[in-house]
């Protein structure tokens, strides 16, 4: 009897990266493309699709700037083997904490993190998970307060940080430059019609929209953002009260909508019991947006292909007391 034996060289390079097994970072990206096809349903010669970000390994479309931010940090020396022991710095509302805080386990570098203290309670549990170190900032201050406390502690700090800074670093919008404006425009066939995307550091926006304007100049791109500084879309800013990030490119939207956080409560229910998909509060933001421009398209006879971003899955948000109200 021959006994058959084989090397993992001889493998094709997919299966071998399969059975072998890809880091935390090679998970990063190419996330599904989902239609809401019942929401839509009223609405012929409309697509409603949206980026399930929630599939990302930390759960969030914040991965991607993180990596991005913490590639670059790795490869300018500021974070990584040549600094031993030196740990990242930044302020956040919670997404981008937690990739950082997943990146720093995977990568074995400190975070710190500084937090507004009424983030939700899962949001805590998860940080506290990956071992991160939090800095809570003043609840009623929201994200503004967070950063005004990182700058703090980045000042007075001396080399002990790196400080990130997502509200000012490039490789923010860069990451959705290069990786979810190229998967839109692949995904939909170079179809896509109108992009639409909610405002927090803005550059999810930012990077997007600038790549897919050059794709095609004719697509329009919509932002959206809380209609009062005092809202429950965690992890969005209402621009004309609040610190400005400096990413934040005004001139880039062809429009901005303004959104009611009651009307992004009903929509995260109504994803959960009519498409099937749990979804954040600022994802429900960004359907709600979405649905308004298809119904606006359809109103006018226009066909059009609409994308949006699902931020991030319900999981964080299940302790909120609007899923049962």
Same mark, same amino acid.
């Given at each position: 009897m021959t006994t058959m034996t084989?090397?993992?060289?001889?493998?094709?390079?997919d299966l071998k990266t399969h059975l072998l097994g890809r880091?935390?970072?090679?998970?990063?990206?190419?996330?599904?493309?989902?239609r809401l096809e019942r929401l839509a349903a009223h609405l012929p010669g409309i697509t409603l699709l949206a980026k399930g970000e929630f599939a990302n390994p930390g759960g969030s479309v914040k991965d991607r700037p993180a990596s991005y931010i913490v590639k670059d940090a790795f490869a300018r020396g500021e974070l990584g083997p040549t600094r031993p022991g030196r740990g990242l710095l930044d302020a956040t509302s919670g997404n981008t904490g937690i990739a950082y805080a997943m990146l720093g386990a995977a990568l074995q570098f400190p975070v710190t993190l500084c937090m507004p203290?009424?983030?939700?309670?899962?949001?805590?549990?998860? %940080?506290? $998970?990956?071992?991160?170190?939090?800095?809570?900032? &003043?609840?009623?201050?929201?994200?503004?307060?967070?950063?005004?406390?990182?700058?703090?502690?980045?000042?007075?700090?001396g080399d002990e940080f790196y400080y990130a800074d997502q509200y000012g670093n490039d490789n923010n919008w860069r990451a959705h430059y290069e990786t979810t404006a190229e998967?839109?425009?692949?995904?939909?066939?170079?179809?896509v019609t109108h992009f639409v995307a909610g405002l927090g550091t803005s550059g999810t926006f930012t990077g997007t929209t600038r790549r897919l304007r050059e794709l095609n100049h004719e697509i329009k791109c919509i932002s959206m953002q809380p209609d009062s500084p005092f809202n429950g879309l965690e992890g969005l800013k209402h621009m004309p009260t609040a610190i400005v990030p400096p990413i934040y490119d005004e001139t880039l939207a062809?429009?901005? %909508?303004? $959104?009611?956080?009651?009307?992004?409560?009903?929509? &995260?229910?109504l994803l959960g019991r009519e498409e099937g998909i749990l979804v954040g509060i600022s994802a429900a933001s960004n359907v709600a947006t979405a649905l308004q421009i298809a119904e606006e398209e359809h109103a006018a006879g226009r066909e059009a292909v609409i994308v949006t971003i699902l931020c991030d899955g319900a999981d964080k948000y299940l302790s909120e007391r609007f899923w049962t109200e």
């Open positions: 084989s090397n993992s060289t001889d493998l094709p390079m880091s935390i970072l090679d998970r990063i990206g190419n996330t599904p493309m989902v203290g009424n983030v939700s309670p899962e949001r805590k549990k998860i %940080l506290q $998970a990956y071992g991160a170190s939090i800095q809570w900032s &003043a609840p009623d201050e929201g994200s503004d307060g967070a950063i005004r406390l990182a700058r703090k502690l980045s000042a007075e700090s998967e839109i425009w692949f995904q939909t066939e170079g179809r062809d429009r901005n %909508l303004w $959104a009611d956080t009651e009307v992004a409560y009903t929509m &995260a229910k």
